[in-house]
T-cell receptor, first 118, second 113 residues
Framework: NAGVMQNPRHLVRRRGQEARLRCSPM?????VYWYRQLPEEGLKFMVY????????ESGMPKERFSAEFPKEGPSILRIQQVVRGDSAAYFC????????????????FGDGTRLSIL | SQKIEQNSEALNIQEGKTATLTCNYT??????LQWYRQDPGRGPVFLLL?????KEKRKERLKVTFDTTLKQSLFHITASQPADSATYLC????????????FGKGTMLLVSP
């Protein structure tokens, strides 16, 4: 049973380019979360999605960042016009449907995409 | 907003001893508290979850306590092994209807043979 798959593992972009990060959740999981981890910093929540819906995007910058989780295919985190400050590790996690008490579900993480901006 | 404090200094212990890691939080009392392990270059791996009405939870060599008065959780690894060396993350869930996690920065544990 494959875990959460993220690709690419490493992504290098020049300033001003677009970055697309992909995440395939575990089989049967319908909740996806994106986090960003800067060196010496903790994981920071960005966005929480269910199939075709954004549930909470309170941690995502208002400009240049967007996320989607279509009915078919992986979840995508898209960063437009990247800047040096976007360099970080981006982690995706998934959890099974947990009803209203979602907090009692462990989250299953992928191994992240390391984004480097030149 | 919630602030979570984990000891930023690495914890060095000898194999066989008990490791104790601390997670302190301010502001609201979370509905759930989760502990994760993260190895270099890898994603976090879930270890244990404890609810606000639970005092203690155990799983094999792991034990978590939750003191809502002190606003603190302690994470214990008994009979520690070098393979336990990793960074351990504390994460809070705000309320029972909420799913997103607020993480601490983590504490690195180094177990020497």
């Amino acid at each position: 049973n494959a875990g959460v798959m993220q690709n690419p593992r490493h992504l290098v972009r020049r300033r001003g380019q677009e970055a697309r990060l992909r995440c395939s959740p575990m089989k049967g999981h319908s909740h996806v979360y994106w986090y960003r981890q800067l060196p010496e910093e903790g994981l920071k929540f960005m966005v929480y999605l269910q199939k075709e819906n954004i549930i909470d995007e309170s941690g995502m910058p208002k400009e240049r960042f967007s996320a989607e989780f279509p009915k078919e295919g992986p979840s995508i985190l898209r960063i437009q016009q990247v800047v040096r400050g976007d360099s970080a590790a981006y982690f995706c996690a998934s959890s099974p449907p947990g009803g209203a008490a979602g907090g009692n579900q462990p989250q299953h993480f992928g191994d992240g995409t390391r984004l480097s901006i030149l | 907003s919630q602030k979570i404090e984990q000891n930023s200094e690495a914890l060095n212990i000898q194999e066989g001893k008990t490791a104790t890691l601390t997670c302190n939080y301010t502001n609201y009392s979370p509905a759930y508290l989760q502990w994760y392990r993260q190895d270099p270059g890898r994603g976090p791996v879930f270890l244990l979850l404890i609810r606000e009405n639970e005092k203690e939870k155990r799983k094999e060599r792991l034990k978590v306590t939750f003191d809502t008065t002190l606003k603190q959780s302690l994470f214990h690894i008994t009979a520690s092994q070098p393979a336990d060396s990793a960074t351990y993350l504390c994460a809070l869930v705000k309320n029972s209807g909420y799913s997103t996690l607020t993480f601490g920065k983590g504490t690195m544990l180094l177990v020497s043979p």
